[in-house]
Protein backbone atom coordinates (compact mmCIF):
# COMPACT_ATOMS: atom_id res chain seq x y z
CA UNK A 1 0.00 0.00 0.00
CA UNK A 2 2.92 2.38 0.72
CA UNK A 3 3.33 3.26 -3.26
CA UNK A 4 -0.37 4.03 -3.67
CA UNK A 5 -0.60 6.06 -1.16
CA UNK A 6 2.72 8.07 -2.29
CA UNK A 7 1.49 8.54 -5.06
CA UNK A 8 -2.05 10.00 -3.69
CA UNK A 9 -0.35 12.26 -1.11
CA UNK A 10 2.28 13.65 -3.92
CA UNK A 11 0.47 13.96 -7.29
CA UNK A 12 -1.63 16.65 -8.01
CA UNK A 13 -1.12 19.33 -11.14
CA UNK A 14 -0.79 22.90 -10.55
CA UNK A 15 -3.70 25.48 -12.20
CA UNK A 16 -3.16 29.21 -12.73
CA UNK A 17 -5.43 29.56 -9.94
CA UNK A 18 -7.67 26.62 -8.34
CA UNK A 19 -10.68 26.04 -8.23
CA UNK A 20 -12.84 23.74 -6.03
CA UNK A 21 -14.07 21.59 -8.98
CA UNK A 22 -10.19 21.44 -10.53
CA UNK A 23 -9.07 20.62 -6.60
CA UNK A 24 -11.23 17.47 -6.36
CA UNK A 25 -10.96 16.12 -9.96
CA UNK A 26 -7.05 15.89 -9.27
CA UNK A 27 -7.15 14.28 -5.94
CA UNK A 28 -9.70 11.49 -7.54
CA UNK A 29 -7.36 11.25 -10.48
CA UNK A 30 -4.31 10.60 -8.26
CA UNK A 31 -6.24 7.90 -6.40
CA UNK A 32 -6.97 6.55 -9.72
CA UNK A 33 -3.27 6.82 -10.51
CA UNK A 34 -1.96 5.08 -7.07
CA UNK A 35 -4.26 2.37 -7.30
CA UNK A 36 -7.27 3.45 -5.02
CA UNK A 37 -10.87 5.76 -5.30
CA UNK A 38 -11.75 8.53 -3.84
CA UNK A 39 -15.88 9.13 -3.70
CA UNK A 40 -18.29 10.64 -2.09
CA UNK A 41 -22.35 9.83 -1.56
CA UNK A 42 -23.16 13.32 -2.61
CA UNK A 43 -21.84 16.42 -3.87
CA UNK A 44 -23.60 20.02 -3.03
CA UNK A 45 -21.91 22.49 -4.81
CA UNK A 46 -22.29 26.69 -3.95
CA UNK A 47 -20.25 29.88 -4.76
CA UNK A 48 -16.91 29.04 -4.49
CA UNK A 49 -17.33 25.85 -2.54
CA UNK A 50 -18.04 22.11 -2.64
CA UNK A 51 -19.52 20.19 0.05
CA UNK A 52 -18.94 16.49 0.31
CA UNK A 53 -20.87 13.78 2.07
CA UNK A 54 -20.33 10.54 2.76
CA UNK A 55 -16.63 10.69 1.73
CA UNK A 56 -14.65 7.32 1.22
CA UNK A 57 -11.21 6.35 0.11
CA UNK A 58 -10.40 2.41 -1.09
CA UNK A 59 -7.93 0.79 -2.92
CA UNK A 60 -9.84 -0.23 -6.28
CA UNK A 61 -11.83 -2.65 -5.98
CA UNK A 62 -11.93 -3.22 -2.45
CA UNK A 63 -13.93 -1.85 0.99
CA UNK A 64 -12.72 1.59 2.00
CA UNK A 65 -9.87 1.58 4.63
CA UNK A 66 -11.22 5.25 5.30
CA UNK A 67 -14.07 7.37 5.31
CA UNK A 68 -14.84 11.02 6.31
CA UNK A 69 -18.74 11.92 7.16
CA UNK A 70 -18.25 15.25 4.85
CA UNK A 71 -15.80 18.12 3.86
CA UNK A 72 -16.01 21.52 2.59
CA UNK A 73 -13.77 22.39 -0.08
CA UNK A 74 -13.91 26.72 -0.45
CA UNK A 75 -11.85 28.76 -2.57
CA UNK A 76 -9.98 31.70 -0.61
CA UNK A 77 -8.78 34.77 -1.62
CA UNK A 78 -4.92 34.47 -1.88
CA UNK A 79 -5.94 31.35 -4.85
CA UNK A 80 -5.36 28.45 -2.71
CA UNK A 81 -8.24 26.07 -1.51
CA UNK A 82 -8.88 24.76 1.61
CA UNK A 83 -10.46 22.09 2.89
CA UNK A 84 -12.40 21.36 6.58
CA UNK A 85 -13.11 17.76 7.66
CA UNK A 86 -15.44 16.55 9.23
CA UNK A 87 -14.99 13.24 11.85
CA UNK A 88 -12.48 10.50 9.90
CA UNK A 89 -12.87 6.69 10.60
CA UNK A 90 -10.16 4.24 9.47
CA UNK A 91 -11.37 1.17 8.38
CA UNK A 92 -9.63 -2.50 8.34
CA UNK A 93 -10.28 -5.55 8.60
CA UNK A 94 -9.14 -6.72 11.25
CA UNK A 95 -10.54 -6.63 14.93
CA UNK A 96 -9.36 -2.90 15.44
CA UNK A 97 -10.94 1.03 14.99
CA UNK A 98 -9.23 4.20 14.85
CA UNK A 99 -11.75 7.17 14.90
CA UNK A 100 -10.09 10.42 14.31
CA UNK A 101 -11.28 13.81 15.80
CA UNK A 102 -9.77 17.14 15.77
CA UNK A 103 -10.63 21.02 16.28
CA UNK A 104 -9.98 23.79 13.62
CA UNK A 105 -8.39 21.40 11.43
CA UNK A 106 -7.67 23.24 7.71
CA UNK A 107 -5.80 21.05 5.00
CA UNK A 108 -4.78 23.68 2.09
CA UNK A 109 -3.82 23.16 -1.51
CA UNK A 110 -2.11 25.84 -3.47
CA UNK A 111 -0.04 26.12 -6.76
CA UNK A 112 3.58 24.82 -6.45
CA UNK A 113 6.19 24.81 -9.16
CA UNK A 114 5.74 20.75 -9.61
CA UNK A 115 2.16 20.83 -8.77
CA UNK A 116 -0.32 21.00 -6.04
CA UNK A 117 1.30 21.65 -2.36
CA UNK A 118 -0.72 21.05 0.88
CA UNK A 119 -0.41 23.14 3.98
CA UNK A 120 -1.97 21.87 7.32
CA UNK A 121 -3.30 23.52 10.60
CA UNK A 122 -5.11 22.18 13.86
CA UNK A 123 -5.50 23.61 17.21
CA UNK A 124 -5.93 19.41 18.10
CA UNK A 125 -5.57 16.63 16.20
CA UNK A 126 -6.30 13.38 17.93
CA UNK A 127 -6.78 9.28 17.33
CA UNK A 128 -8.37 6.78 18.62
CA UNK A 129 -7.08 3.23 18.45
CA UNK A 130 -8.87 0.23 19.71
CA UNK A 131 -8.08 -3.37 18.62
CA UNK A 132 -9.50 -6.23 21.05
CA UNK A 133 -9.03 -10.34 19.39
CA UNK A 134 -9.65 -12.72 22.03
CA UNK A 135 -8.42 -11.65 25.41
CA UNK A 136 -5.61 -9.43 24.13
CA UNK A 137 -6.24 -5.46 23.71
CA UNK A 138 -4.59 -2.02 22.82
CA UNK A 139 -6.52 1.02 23.40
CA UNK A 140 -4.87 4.41 22.59
CA UNK A 141 -5.10 7.99 22.59
CA UNK A 142 -2.95 10.14 20.33
CA UNK A 143 -3.10 13.95 20.68
CA UNK A 144 -1.05 16.36 19.07
CA UNK A 145 -1.91 20.23 20.40
CA UNK A 146 -1.58 22.91 18.06
CA UNK A 147 -0.12 21.28 14.56
CA UNK A 148 0.58 23.19 11.78
CA UNK A 149 2.78 21.48 8.63
CA UNK A 150 3.07 22.54 4.56
CA UNK A 151 4.11 19.88 1.73
CA UNK A 152 5.57 21.75 -0.93
CA UNK A 153 6.48 20.21 -4.30
CA UNK A 154 9.23 21.63 -6.45
CA UNK A 155 10.88 20.84 -10.05
CA UNK A 156 13.36 18.42 -8.38
CA UNK A 157 12.64 17.92 -4.96
CA UNK A 158 9.70 18.03 -2.27
CA UNK A 159 10.05 20.47 1.00
CA UNK A 160 8.38 19.05 4.48
CA UNK A 161 8.16 21.13 7.37
CA UNK A 162 5.73 20.69 10.83
CA UNK A 163 5.33 21.74 13.89
CA UNK A 164 3.84 21.07 17.19
CA UNK A 165 3.25 22.31 20.27
CA UNK A 166 2.55 19.47 22.37
CA UNK A 167 2.19 15.69 21.46
CA UNK A 168 0.72 13.57 23.92
CA UNK A 169 -0.23 9.37 24.06
CA UNK A 170 -1.75 7.12 26.54
CA UNK A 171 -1.60 3.52 25.64
CA UNK A 172 -2.95 0.83 27.88
CA UNK A 173 -1.93 -2.89 26.01
CA UNK A 174 -2.98 -6.74 27.88
CA UNK A 175 -1.78 -10.00 26.10
CA UNK A 176 -1.91 -12.69 28.24
CA UNK A 177 -0.61 -15.51 26.31
CA UNK A 178 2.80 -12.87 26.29
CA UNK A 179 2.52 -11.91 30.01
CA UNK A 180 1.74 -8.16 28.77
CA UNK A 181 -0.58 -6.10 30.96
CA UNK A 182 1.15 -2.66 30.72
CA UNK A 183 0.49 1.14 30.44
CA UNK A 184 2.50 4.08 28.88
CA UNK A 185 1.67 7.96 28.64
CA UNK A 186 4.29 10.65 27.21
CA UNK A 187 4.41 14.28 26.74
CA UNK A 188 6.64 16.00 24.34
CA UNK A 189 6.84 19.41 24.03
CA UNK A 190 7.92 21.75 20.90
CA UNK A 191 8.39 19.22 18.03
CA UNK A 192 9.85 20.51 14.80
CA UNK A 193 10.41 18.51 11.76
CA UNK A 194 11.92 20.49 8.28
CA UNK A 195 13.58 18.63 4.91
CA UNK A 196 13.27 17.61 1.69
CA UNK A 197 13.28 14.74 -0.35
CA UNK A 198 15.20 14.89 -3.61
CA UNK A 199 13.23 13.24 -7.04
CA UNK A 200 15.03 11.80 -9.81
CA UNK A 201 13.72 13.40 -12.99
CA UNK A 202 11.05 11.48 -14.40
CA UNK A 203 10.80 9.34 -11.24
CA UNK A 204 7.47 6.88 -10.97
CA UNK A 205 6.30 7.21 -7.59
CA UNK A 206 4.46 3.61 -8.38
CA UNK A 207 7.92 2.55 -9.01
CA UNK A 208 9.37 2.20 -5.41
CA UNK A 209 6.80 -0.33 -4.64
CA UNK A 210 9.37 -3.28 -4.81
CA UNK A 211 13.22 -3.00 -4.13
CA UNK A 212 14.28 -3.15 -7.36
CA UNK A 213 12.36 0.21 -8.01
CA UNK A 214 13.41 1.91 -4.60
CA UNK A 215 17.25 0.77 -6.16
CA UNK A 216 17.72 2.16 -9.30
CA UNK A 217 15.12 4.93 -8.04
CA UNK A 218 18.24 5.71 -5.29
CA UNK A 219 20.60 5.61 -7.96
CA UNK A 220 19.06 8.05 -9.74
CA UNK A 221 19.31 10.62 -7.71
CA UNK A 222 16.50 9.73 -4.61
CA UNK A 223 17.30 11.28 -1.24
CA UNK A 224 16.14 12.41 2.06
CA UNK A 225 17.95 15.19 4.33
CA UNK A 226 15.71 15.90 7.36
CA UNK A 227 16.26 17.50 11.07
CA UNK A 228 13.58 16.69 13.68
CA UNK A 229 13.67 18.92 17.08
CA UNK A 230 11.90 18.72 20.22
CA UNK A 231 11.61 19.82 23.58
CA UNK A 232 11.33 18.61 27.28
CA UNK A 233 9.82 15.26 27.14
CA UNK A 234 8.82 12.95 30.32
CA UNK A 235 6.28 9.82 30.50
CA UNK A 236 5.69 6.61 32.94
CA UNK A 237 5.33 3.15 31.49
CA UNK A 238 3.44 0.19 34.39
CA UNK A 239 3.70 -3.41 33.82
CA UNK A 240 1.19 -5.03 36.28
CA UNK A 241 2.93 -8.77 35.18
CA UNK A 242 2.34 -10.85 38.11
CA UNK A 243 5.59 -12.27 37.60
CA UNK A 244 7.57 -9.11 37.82
CA UNK A 245 5.59 -5.74 37.90
CA UNK A 246 7.25 -2.57 37.75
CA UNK A 247 6.87 0.73 36.54
CA UNK A 248 9.25 3.49 36.02
CA UNK A 249 9.14 7.22 34.91
CA UNK A 250 11.44 9.09 32.79
CA UNK A 251 12.10 12.23 31.14
CA UNK A 252 14.61 14.48 28.93
CA UNK A 253 15.75 17.60 27.65
CA UNK A 254 15.72 18.90 24.43
CA UNK A 255 17.44 17.24 21.53
CA UNK A 256 17.96 16.84 17.67
CA UNK A 257 18.26 14.11 14.94
CA UNK A 258 19.19 14.45 11.45
CA UNK A 259 19.08 11.77 8.46
CA UNK A 260 20.67 12.21 5.35
CA UNK A 261 20.60 9.44 3.12
CA UNK A 262 21.29 9.36 -1.12
CA UNK A 263 23.14 7.96 -3.65
CA UNK A 264 26.56 9.15 -1.95
CA UNK A 265 25.93 8.73 1.92
CA UNK A 266 24.00 7.32 4.70
CA UNK A 267 23.92 9.61 7.97
CA UNK A 268 22.13 9.90 11.26
CA UNK A 269 22.73 11.71 14.37
CA UNK A 270 20.98 12.12 17.33
CA UNK A 271 21.56 14.53 20.29
CA UNK A 272 19.87 15.28 23.99
CA UNK A 273 21.01 18.03 26.49
CA UNK A 274 20.17 15.41 29.11
CA UNK A 275 17.88 12.47 30.62
CA UNK A 276 16.60 11.17 33.95
CA UNK A 277 14.85 7.89 34.88
CA UNK A 278 13.49 6.67 37.82
CA UNK A 279 12.80 3.10 38.17
CA UNK A 280 10.44 1.44 41.17
CA UNK A 281 11.55 -2.93 40.54
CA UNK A 282 9.11 -5.08 42.93
CA UNK A 283 10.13 -5.51 46.47
CA UNK A 284 12.34 -2.43 47.07
CA UNK A 285 11.92 -0.22 50.06
CA UNK A 286 12.98 2.71 47.71
CA UNK A 287 13.06 3.94 44.10
CA UNK A 288 16.24 3.99 41.84
CA UNK A 289 17.22 7.46 40.13
CA UNK A 290 19.69 8.32 37.47
CA UNK A 291 20.50 11.14 35.36
CA UNK A 292 22.83 12.39 32.97
CA UNK A 293 23.80 15.22 30.72
CA UNK A 294 24.66 15.07 27.07
CA UNK A 295 24.01 12.30 25.39
CA UNK A 296 25.54 12.05 21.53
CA UNK A 297 25.25 9.17 18.71
CA UNK A 298 26.21 9.35 15.35
CA UNK A 299 26.64 7.23 12.54
CA UNK A 300 27.81 7.88 8.72
CA UNK A 301 28.70 5.84 6.15
CA UNK A 302 29.22 5.97 1.93
CA UNK A 303 26.16 4.18 0.24
CA UNK A 304 28.15 3.85 -2.76
CA UNK A 305 31.85 4.37 -3.34
CA UNK A 306 33.02 3.13 -6.60
CA UNK A 307 36.64 2.95 -7.25
CA UNK A 308 37.37 6.13 -4.94
CA UNK A 309 37.02 5.07 -1.01
CA UNK A 310 34.15 7.05 0.99
CA UNK A 311 34.40 8.38 4.80
CA UNK A 312 32.84 6.55 7.03
CA UNK A 313 32.20 7.36 11.06
CA UNK A 314 30.98 6.43 14.94
CA UNK A 315 30.15 8.28 17.74
CA UNK A 316 29.10 8.09 20.80
CA UNK A 317 29.15 10.30 23.89
CA UNK A 318 27.91 9.95 27.38
CA UNK A 319 28.37 12.52 29.81
CA UNK A 320 27.84 12.42 33.84
CA UNK A 321 25.95 9.40 34.16
CA UNK A 322 24.67 9.42 38.00
CA UNK A 323 23.25 6.75 39.92
CA UNK A 324 21.48 7.68 43.55
CA UNK A 325 22.46 6.17 46.77
CA UNK A 326 18.97 3.55 46.47
CA UNK A 327 20.98 2.14 43.51
CA UNK A 328 24.18 1.59 44.69
CA UNK A 329 22.81 0.35 47.54
CA UNK A 330 21.63 -2.84 45.63
CA UNK A 331 25.29 -3.75 44.38
CA UNK A 332 27.13 -1.95 46.98
CA UNK A 333 25.40 -1.30 50.26
CA UNK A 334 28.85 -1.07 52.14
CA UNK A 335 29.99 1.53 49.78
CA UNK A 336 33.17 -0.02 48.51
CA UNK A 337 33.32 1.03 45.16
CA UNK A 338 33.67 4.72 44.27
CA UNK A 339 30.98 5.98 43.41
CA UNK A 340 31.16 9.10 41.10
CA UNK A 341 29.57 9.69 37.48
CA UNK A 342 30.53 7.58 34.43
CA UNK A 343 31.65 9.13 30.93
CA UNK A 344 31.27 7.44 28.08
CA UNK A 345 33.38 9.06 24.81
CA UNK A 346 33.90 7.07 21.62
CA UNK A 347 34.93 8.89 18.49
CA UNK A 348 35.68 6.35 15.39
CA UNK A 349 36.64 7.40 11.44
CA UNK A 350 38.28 6.53 8.62
CA UNK A 351 37.51 5.17 5.06
CA UNK A 352 35.78 2.16 3.32
CA UNK A 353 34.90 1.11 -0.16
CA UNK A 354 30.93 -0.25 -0.26
CA UNK A 355 28.26 -0.57 -2.80
CA UNK A 356 24.94 -0.81 -0.01
CA UNK A 357 22.66 -1.23 -2.98
CA UNK A 358 24.47 -4.06 -4.84
CA UNK A 359 24.18 -5.88 -1.76
CA UNK A 360 20.88 -5.01 -1.48
CA UNK A 361 20.00 -6.32 -4.70
CA UNK A 362 22.00 -9.41 -4.40
CA UNK A 363 20.13 -10.29 -0.72
CA UNK A 364 16.77 -9.51 -2.50
CA UNK A 365 17.67 -11.86 -5.95
CA UNK A 366 19.55 -14.82 -3.86
CA UNK A 367 22.93 -13.46 -6.45
CA UNK A 368 26.38 -13.02 -5.11
CA UNK A 369 27.00 -9.24 -4.85
CA UNK A 370 29.30 -7.84 -7.97
CA UNK A 371 31.19 -6.30 -5.49
CA UNK A 372 32.88 -6.74 -1.73
CA UNK A 373 33.34 -3.91 0.81
CA UNK A 374 36.86 -3.21 1.92
CA UNK A 375 37.62 -0.87 5.25
CA UNK A 376 40.24 0.96 4.10
CA UNK A 377 41.38 2.56 6.90
CA UNK A 378 40.28 3.09 10.61
CA UNK A 379 41.19 6.02 12.92
CA UNK A 380 40.54 5.90 16.39
CA UNK A 381 40.37 9.68 17.49
CA UNK A 382 39.02 9.34 20.85
CA UNK A 383 38.32 6.41 23.13
CA UNK A 384 37.56 7.40 26.89
CA UNK A 385 35.95 5.62 29.63
CA UNK A 386 35.61 7.01 33.53
CA UNK A 387 34.25 4.93 35.82
CA UNK A 388 34.30 3.27 39.68
CA UNK A 389 36.89 5.50 39.89
CA UNK A 390 39.43 4.28 36.84
CA UNK A 391 39.98 5.90 33.68
CA UNK A 392 40.59 4.32 30.06
CA UNK A 393 41.75 6.41 27.41
CA UNK A 394 42.80 5.85 23.49
CA UNK A 395 43.71 6.78 20.60
CA UNK A 396 45.32 5.34 16.90
CA UNK A 397 44.72 4.78 13.34
CA UNK A 398 45.55 2.16 11.33
CA UNK A 399 44.95 1.19 7.31
CA UNK A 400 44.42 -2.28 5.94
CA UNK A 401 45.85 -4.47 3.47
CA UNK A 402 42.40 -6.13 1.42
CA UNK A 403 44.46 -8.19 -0.87
CA UNK A 404 43.54 -11.55 0.93
CA UNK A 405 39.77 -10.84 1.20
CA UNK A 406 38.94 -11.92 -2.44
CA UNK A 407 39.96 -15.45 -1.31
CA UNK A 408 38.46 -15.30 2.05
CA UNK A 409 40.94 -13.51 4.18
CA UNK A 410 40.66 -11.06 6.59
CA UNK A 411 42.09 -7.86 6.08
CA UNK A 412 45.37 -7.33 7.26
CA UNK A 413 45.57 -4.17 9.42
CA UNK A 414 48.59 -1.69 9.66
CA UNK A 415 49.20 0.97 12.54
CA UNK A 416 49.83 2.13 15.67
CA UNK A 417 47.58 2.61 18.75
CA UNK A 418 48.01 4.15 22.26
CA UNK A 419 46.28 3.06 25.30
CA UNK A 420 46.14 4.51 29.13
CA UNK A 421 44.75 2.68 32.07
CA UNK A 422 44.54 4.85 35.30
CA UNK A 423 43.32 3.54 38.63
CA UNK A 424 42.18 -0.13 37.35
CA UNK A 425 44.29 -1.81 40.44
CA UNK A 426 42.12 0.32 42.80
CA UNK A 427 38.93 -1.44 41.05
CA UNK A 428 40.39 -4.61 41.61
CA UNK A 429 40.97 -4.19 45.01
CA UNK A 430 36.89 -2.92 45.14
CA UNK A 431 35.89 -5.84 43.51
CA UNK A 432 37.75 -8.60 45.43
CA UNK A 433 36.64 -6.73 48.80
CA UNK A 434 32.93 -6.44 47.55
CA UNK A 435 32.86 -10.53 46.91
CA UNK A 436 32.36 -10.25 42.76
CA UNK A 437 36.20 -11.12 42.41
CA UNK A 438 38.32 -14.17 43.75
CA UNK A 439 42.15 -13.31 44.66
CA UNK A 440 43.17 -15.88 42.00
CA UNK A 441 40.88 -13.88 39.21
CA UNK A 442 42.77 -10.85 40.20
CA UNK A 443 46.26 -12.19 40.33
CA UNK A 444 45.26 -13.51 36.30
CA UNK A 445 43.77 -10.22 35.85
CA UNK A 446 46.93 -8.26 37.11
CA UNK A 447 49.22 -10.49 35.12
CA UNK A 448 47.76 -9.75 32.10
CA UNK A 449 47.94 -6.15 32.90
CA UNK A 450 51.63 -6.48 33.37
CA UNK A 451 52.10 -8.62 30.19
CA UNK A 452 50.51 -5.78 28.12
CA UNK A 453 51.14 -2.85 29.78
CA UNK A 454 54.06 -0.54 31.14
CA UNK A 455 53.98 1.59 34.34
CA UNK A 456 53.88 5.16 33.93
CA UNK A 457 53.12 5.95 37.18
CA UNK A 458 51.04 4.76 40.72
CA UNK A 459 48.64 2.83 39.18
CA UNK A 460 49.31 3.76 36.05
CA UNK A 461 49.52 1.90 32.77
CA UNK A 462 50.07 2.97 29.53
CA UNK A 463 50.70 0.43 26.26
CA UNK A 464 51.81 0.66 22.08
CA UNK A 465 50.02 -1.55 19.96
CA UNK A 466 51.75 -1.55 16.53
CA UNK A 467 50.33 -3.90 13.88
CA UNK A 468 53.03 -4.75 11.11
CA UNK A 469 52.84 -5.69 7.26
CA UNK A 470 52.44 -9.47 7.01
CA UNK A 471 49.89 -10.01 10.05
CA UNK A 472 52.34 -9.63 12.78
CA UNK A 473 51.32 -7.39 16.08
CA UNK A 474 53.37 -6.07 19.10
CA UNK A 475 52.59 -4.53 22.42
CA UNK A 476 55.21 -2.54 23.54
CA UNK A 477 57.69 -3.52 21.68
CA UNK A 478 57.46 -7.25 22.10
CA UNK A 479 55.57 -9.65 19.47
CA UNK A 480 52.66 -11.50 20.43
CA UNK A 481 51.60 -12.81 16.72
Request: aromatic letters at 6%; a negative charge; glycine letters at 12%.
Amino acid sequence: MTAPVMAFLMSGTAHAALTVDQVWADLQAAAVAGGMTITAATEVPGDGELTLNGVSIAPAGEAAIATISDVSIVEQDDGSVAFFPGEIKVQNSGPGTVVITHEALSISAFEDAGGLGYGIDADSLKAVVNVVEGDSSFDGTFDMVALAGRYTRGLEALGVEMSVDRLLYAINQKDPALGIDGAQTSDTEDLALSGEITLPEGLDLLSLQDSAGFIAAVRGGLGLDFEATQGVSKGDIADSNPMMPMSLAFSSEPGTTTVVANKDVFDVATSVEGMALTLRPPMTPAPVNATTDAFVFGFGMPLVTGETAGDYGFELKLENLVFDEAAWGMIDPDAVLERGPLDVALDLGGTAKIDVLDLMASAETGTAPTTTPEVQSLDIRTLAIKALGATATGSGAFTFDNSMVAMGGPPLPVGTADVRLEGGNKVIDALIKLGVMTEEDAMGARMMMAMFGQSAGDDVLTSKIEAREGGSIFVNGQQIQ
